[in-house]
């Protein structure tokens, strides 16, 4: 079991920039593939970022390519995904996401990933 919970929400101007943080529990953090998804109101929930266990391999939305990079600590046990350059249509609700499966390759398929965290808003201001 993986419990996630998110951090670093809030109301920026465009352009601006945030860093979001996903913390887990459990012991396992260092074996799984991670990712961001998002959710912006009457939309359907859409990949963002995922990254492997080892932080070595990361894939991203076409959408934020270039403004937007992942990261994680292992030791940490928590999972980053810092913003620039945003805009407007980035606002949304970030969730952050767990594959229970050990090693797997990161994708931007929802129904990889079995454990989410409660998810914190970001809103970009034009």
């Known amino acids: 079991q993986v419990q996630l919970v998110e951090s670093g929400g809030g109301l920026v101007q465009a352009g601006g920039s945030l860093r979001l943080a996903c913390a887990a529990s459990g012991r396992t953090f260092s074996s799984i593939t991670m990712g961001w998804f998002r959710q912006a109101p009457g939309k359907e929930r859409e990949f963002v970022a995922a990254?492997?266990?080892?932080?070595?391999?990361?894939h991203y939305a076409d959408s934020v390519s270039g403004r937007f990079t992942i990261s994680r600590a292992n030791a940490k046990n928590t999972m980053y995904l810092q913003m620039s350059s945003l805009k407007p249509e980035d606002t949304a609700v970030y969730y952050c996401?767990?594959?229970?499966?050990?090693?797997?390759?990161?994708?931007?398929?929802?129904?990889?990933?079995?454990?989410w965290g409660q998810g914190t808003q970001v809103t970009v201001s034009s």
């Open positions: 990254i492997s266990s080892g932080g070595r391999t990361t």
């Open positions: 996401a767990a594959d229970a499966n050990y090693y797997s390759r990161p994708s931007g398929d929802k129904d990889q990933y079995d454990y």
